[in-house]
């Protein structure tokens, strides 16, 4: 990548990166042309490729930040917890929240997932292709997996969880839209039932399923 682009006043940089997010948003990777990507960016195709050796460099930049980005949004939503459901929680609510924030930048990553072009798929996996899927030592590490209880296969119940989501996400990006009201609803129905199923003590009283308030709430807020 030409360290020129960074060179560029920040508004032009987000205009091309944003015209970008778009176009991949709604094309596979292999009909996303360059002259499609810099129509939309307002550039010149010779610019574009001035800035990004080719398609490919451009992709994968926008993959990392929007890795980046997501990062950041899950940051901003944490709240100290132990509880290893609470952790996904936050993970999760905090995706819907970016979803509804930035759509074509969401949109782009689901693509990205599924993407099943050989020339970009295994780059893909070794970029941090679990960004956007909760990992296990992302969540176990500041997890009191005491809280669980005694014979519950931590592995199992993540791939359940995990399978859940891959799920709604298949569905988002088969659809071409998001629908973050539907998963953040549904994943807390859900969440509350496996709760009540494997982890020891209720938090909460038995039978009245948390808000997900405290996860979307934006601490820079002002009152």
């Known amino acids: 990548m030409n360290e020129k682009f960074f060179a560029l006043p920040k508004e032009r940089q987000e205009q091309i990166i944003n015209a970008a997010y778009e176009v991949f948003s709604r094309n596979s990777y292999k009909n996303a042309s360059m002259s499609r990507l810099a129509d939309a960016g307002g550039v010149s195709k010779s ?3 001035h ?3 080719n398609k490919k ?3 994968l930049y926008l993959w990392g930040h929007a890795g980046r980005l997501y990062h950041e949004k899950v940051m901003k939503c944490h709240a100290q917890t132990t509880d290893f459901f609470e952790i996904i929680c936050q993970r999760v609510l905090a995706g819907c929240l970016f979803m509804r924030e930035a759509p074509a930048i969401y949109l782009f990553t689901l693509r990205a997932f599924f993407e099943e072009n ?3 798929k295994e780059e ?3 970029n941090d292709r679990a960004t956007f899927i909760h990992g296990i030592d992302d969540i176990l590490i500041p997890a009191d997996m005491d809280l669980i209880r005694p014979g519950i296969d931590i592995q199992l119940l993540l ?3 995990n399978g859940y989501l891959l799920s709604c996400y298949w ?3 088969s659809s071409g839209e998001l629908d973050p009201d539907f998963l953040e609803n549904d994943f807390m129905k859900r969440i509350w039932q496996w709760k009540r199923v494997y982890q020891r003590e209720m938090i909460s009283p038995v039978g009245e399923a948390p808000s ?3 996860f979307f709430e934006d601490k820079n807020k002002k009152e």
Do not use: N, V
Request: glycine share 0%; hydrophobic share 50%; aromatic share 20%.
């Open 118 to 120: 050989p020339e970009i």
């Open 159 to 161: 791939e359940e969880i």
């Open 212 to 214: 997900p308030a405290p």
């Open 171 to 173: 569905k988002m990006f």
């Open 124 to 126: 893909l996996r070794h």
């Open 57 to 59: 460099e451009l992709y």
């Open 47 to 49: 610019l574009l490729f």
């Open 51 to 53: 800035y990004f050796l």
